[in-house]
């Protein structure tokens, strides 16, 4: 009997190890900049061989033109430890949702002060506390998103063959 029951054991135990690992895993970004600290907390989607960005003739996953909430699940979310500038504009302390409007050759990235949000779909634009654009250049394929925050405050967003980079100081 007492061979049954640690047979029984191991399968339940191996079992809950082999779960699969989330289609959109968590990230955390800290860095410093400067004096300030900065904290991107966000989901990384994959590309999985689909059409990322383009038209919605297109199919395309996150389509041109429309508010995205800049990675998967709940709404990415930044925290800045100070006062800060992004492209030059002025942005509180605080902790922020990210949206972004994907375009083919600029993005506009939102800052919104709903930081509580799932995915793009409560989004209210009257809640914006700021917008910026960044440029699109090519980028080796990244499969999955990727968000990056340099010690000299280059943000970074990273997917598929798109890169787009904003600054904060």
Request: proline share 5%; net charge positive; no cysteine.
């Given at each position: 009997?007492?061979?049954?029951?640690?047979?029984?054991?191991s399968?339940?135990s191996?079992g809950?190890?082999a779960?699969?690992?989330?289609?959109s895993?968590?990230?955390?970004?800290?860095?410093?900049?400067?004096?300030?600290?900065v904290?991107?907390?966000y989901?990384?989607?994959s590309?999985?061989?689909r059409?990322?960005?383009?038209?919605?003739?297109q199919?395309?996953i996150?389509?041109?033109?429309e508010?995205?909430?800049?990675g998967a699940?709940?709404?990415?979310?930044?925290?800045?430890?100070?006062d800060?500038?992004?492209?030059?504009?002025?942005?509180?302390?605080?902790?922020?949702?990210?949206?972004?409007i994907?375009?083919?050759?600029?993005?506009?990235?939102?800052?919104?002060?709903?930081?509580?949000?799932?995915?793009?779909?409560?989004y209210?634009?009257?809640?914006?506390?700021?917008?910026?654009?960044?440029?699109?250049?090519?980028?080796a394929?990244?499969?999955?998103?990727?968000?990056?925050?340099s010690?000299?405050?280059?943000?970074?967003?990273?997917?598929?063959?798109?890169?787009v980079?904003?600054?904060?100081?």
């Amino acid at each position: 009997m007492k061979k049954y029951l640690v047979i029984l054991m191991s399968v339940l135990s191996f079992g809950a190890f082999a779960q699969k690992a989330p289609a959109s895993p968590p990230a955390v970004v800290i860095q410093k900049v400067g004096k300030t600290e900065v904290m991107v907390k966000y989901a990384k989607p994959s590309v999985k061989g689909r059409l990322v960005f383009g038209t919605k003739e297109q199919k395309a996953i996150v389509p041109f033109g429309e508010v995205w909430r800049t990675g998967a699940n709940e709404a990415t979310t930044i925290e800045f430890s100070n006062d800060v500038t992004i492209q030059g504009k002025p942005l509180a302390k605080g902790v922020y949702s990210v949206f972004s409007i994907p375009g083919a050759t600029e993005w506009t990235i939102i800052f919104n002060s709903d930081p509580k949000q799932w995915g793009a779909y409560t989004y209210k634009a009257e809640k914006d506390v700021l917008r910026v654009t960044g440029k699109v250049s090519e980028h080796a394929m990244t499969e999955q998103f990727n968000i990056g925050v340099s010690p000299e405050g280059q943000i970074t967003f990273d997917w598929d063959k798109s890169s787009v980079s904003i600054y904060v100081k």
